[in-house]
């Protein structure tokens, strides 16, 4: 993993470019971590040997898992970084494009990356941080300013 700050006016940008065989989803989450990224949004483009994106299943509660075994295209990746419990909690969906022009899409659980995957990271002002909800499980918007610390 290589990882690269840009400052502009809005907040900071990370460039986060996952290398081949890395699983995705792990290797973005400990950039987060290790920058300390709380709100954001999130970005990427690539490809993976194979994946597991998911759909939420209202009634249960969780993802059903969708696996793909196949190398495919990272058509779109986007999502959000949301504060968990003072961690980042990443939430991207990806759809994901098979060889013969068809898709598959969902919250992406897992990818393993080939040949790579560019990230980028863009932080948000606070109020647009996403919180979880401690009902879904899910993060979403509450429009409020982050409580503060101890």
Known sequence: ?????VRHQTGRVLVL????????VAAVGAAL????V????????????????GWFDRDRGDYRR??????????SLIGDVAEQDGEPALHVHAVLGRSDGGTVGGHLLR?????TLEVVVSEVAPELAKRVDPETGLAL?????????P
């Open 33 to 36: 971590r290790e920058q300390r």
């Open 111 to 115: 990818g393993r990356v080939w040949p």
């Open 17 to 24: 470019v996952c290398d081949k065989g890395e699983e995705a």
């Open 38 to 53: 709380l709100a954001a949004r999130v970005t990427a483009v690539g490809g993976f040997a194979d994946a597991e994106v």
């Open 66 to 75: 969708i696996p793909v075994t196949e190398q495919v295209e990272v058509l």
């Open 141 to 149: 918007i509450s429009g409020e300013p982050p409580a503060p610390g």
């Open 1 to 5: 993993m290589r990882a690269r700050e």
